[in-house]
């Protein structure tokens, strides 16, 4: 059974940064792609970076050139480094495979960032 856990999460203000971490048990890490989701309030969950195996890496254009997503497959985590963060960061950051699979949604971890 895959196991996601975030952490990192905080009250931040703006031009803030924030170190978001998860650790993946229950499966093959080192072979599988990585994503890092937010859901505002009121808003649909969006995909906010992601990184293959390979390392290759993907980050939309809102966060482009602020955040920052690795992995460190040695201790199954994958990172999502946040700087010069702005109010409408505010979410529940959420790691996931990517593609998501519905059924490895963990907790997430809220980022609230103040004007």
């Known amino acids: 059974q895959v196991q996601l856990v975030e952490s990192g999460g905080g009250l931040v203000q703006a031009g803030g940064s924030l170190r978001l971490s998860c650790v993946a048990s229950?499966?093959?890490?080192?072979?599988?792609?990585m994503g890092w989701y937010r859901q505002a309030p009121g808003k649909q969950r969006e995909l906010v970076a992601h990184?293959?195996?390979?390392?290759?890496?993907y980050s939309a254009s809102s966060v482009k050139g602020r955040f920052t997503i690795s992995r460190d497959n040695t201790k199954n985590t994958v990172y999502l480094q946040m700087n010069s963060l702005k109010p409408e960061d505010t979410a529940v950051y959420y790691c996931?495979?990517?593609?998501?699979?519905?059924?490895?949604w963990g907790q997430g971890t809220q980022v609230t960032v103040s004007s």
């Open positions: 229950g499966t093959v890490f080192r072979f599988v792609s």
């Open positions: 990184i293959t195996s390979g390392g290759s890496t």
């Open positions: 996931n495979v990517h593609p998501a699979r519905a059924d490895y």
